[in-house]
């Protein structure tokens, strides 16, 4: 038996030389499949990278998630800065060793949240002031403090402080908040300065409008990122508006550098956005629905809490290489669910993360193999067929 200590020393130590690389190993029309290289591992691209919020995947041990596929894990600014708090993370050696996950890790800026959870907030030039949503104590936070405290986490991916508008919204209120966004970018990219093996993406904001999408695109290719994110959307409008804006973004983003779509999405969202030439996702959805009794499987969603499924003794699918959707009945995932035990959450989560890792493995062989639109196209008549004879 291995020493566990020894891979807990490993994820404080000194990081490796090797730097940040990305590389295409083949395309698809524009799909493609490579790998991001960092001292702490390689990312496969496309690649999901699970939530932990705060410090953990929600339900999930991190040799599970690890188990399932998942290269790298994704960590909020906004919730860590609150508690446990920044510089005492930095103290406790930092998220990775904190939260025992030695792979790469990736903070978003902590902005959307802000937006989202903090009712009484005060934008201008210089950062976001905000009060708690956990005790409302007041907070500052421009560009500067963002990166610094997702230095002080230890991640190896970080990202810009940036401005989110939620849509439907104004012109002129997109407009002012996305040139906000690329002046704070610069100001990220100056605190960030040269971090060897570690890396900052810059995100394109511009709501559902094409010119703002483009300009914010290109002057952030000018500041020459390791990485570049879409931000912005899933946030109210359609899928196809956020197809749209994909397809207005990627041509204007550079082919040597990853691409990353903030806050998306459904099974079909991840592939619909793959297919555009998107390379990295995170979502809650996945863990969320989880723990509400939702189960992302091969056959379609399925809702645990229905009646139907309380003498069903199949399994969610009994072909999965994952134990909870393969050894486990409906029936019993359907008590555990109407019975409020933390057992169905837990079980169902794994199966969700599971699926979502088994998806993007899938399109990785498929981009390989030159036949995405096929393996697309038969993944969803996999789901229609299922839902039809549930429907039956």
């Not at 702490?40 to 995947?57: D, E, L, Q, S």
């Not at 508008?165 to 610069?186: C, D, G, T, Y």
């Not at 040597?256 to 390379?279: E, F, H």
């Not at 933390?342 to 062989?365: C, K, V």
Request: proline letters at 5%; one cysteine or more.
């Amino acid at each position: 038996m291995s020493d566990p200590r020894s891979r807990l020393d490993r994820m404080t130590e000194p990081l490796s030389s090797e730097t940040f690389a990305f590389s295409v190993d083949a395309t698809d029309g524009a799909a493609r499949t490579g790998a991001i290289s960092m001292p702490r591992g390689k990312i496969r691209t496309p690649a999901f990278m699970p939530v932990g919020t705060a410090a953990t995947v929600k339900a999930m041990y991190p040799e599970q998630v690890r188990d399932l596929g998942a290269d790298v894990v994704l960590g909020n600014t906004y919730h860590l800065m609150l508690r446990p708090g920044a510089e005492r993370m930095a103290r406790l050696g930092g998220l990775h060793r904190f939260m025992r996950w030695d792979g790469p890790i990736l903070t978003d800026s902590g902005g959307f949240q802000v937006m989202s959870l903090s009712a009484l907030r005060k934008l201008d030039e210089q950062g976001v002031t905000f009060r708690s949503h956990i005790d409302g104590t007041a907070h500052h936070m421009g560009p500067e403090r963002s990166i610094e405290i997702q230095g002080l986490l230890g991640s190896d991916i970080q990202m810009q402080l940036d401005e989110c508008v939620r849509l439907p919204a104004e012109r002129a209120e997109i407009e002012k908040a996305m040139r906000l966004s690329l002046r704070w970018a610069e100001r990220c990219r100056v605190a960030f300065g040269e971090q060897p093996g570690k890396a900052m993406f810059g995100i394109v904001q511009g709501g559902d409008i094409p010119d703002l999408r483009v300009e914010s695109a290109r002057a952030l290719t000018d500041l020459d990122l390791k990485g570049y994110a879409i931000g912005g959307l899933a946030v109210g409008e359609p899928q196809a508006v956020m197809l749209a804006m994909i397809e207005t973004v990627e041509p204007h983003l550079p082919t040597a550098k990853p691409r990353y779509l903030m806050g998306v999405g459904t099974p079909d969202d991840l592939m619909q956005s793959v297919s555009r030439g998107i390379d990295m996702f995170d979502c809650v959805m996945p863990t969320r629905a989880g723990r509400h009794g939702l189960a992302y499987t091969r056959h379609g969603r399925i809702n645990l809490r229905n009646a139907r499924h309380a003498e069903d003794t199949a399994p969610l699918d009994e072909a999965s290489s994952c134990s909870a959707a393969r050894d486990y009945s409906r029936a019993y995932l359907h008590h555990l669910v109407r019975s409020d035990e933390i057992l169905g959450m837990m079980l169902l989560t794994w199966n969700n993360l599971a699926y979502y890792q088994e998806l993007m493995a899938g399109m990785r062989a498929a981009i390989g193999a030159g036949r995405l639109a096929e393996f697309i196209g038969e993944t969803k008549q996999e789901w229609a067929r299922a839902e039809a004879a549930r429907a039956a």
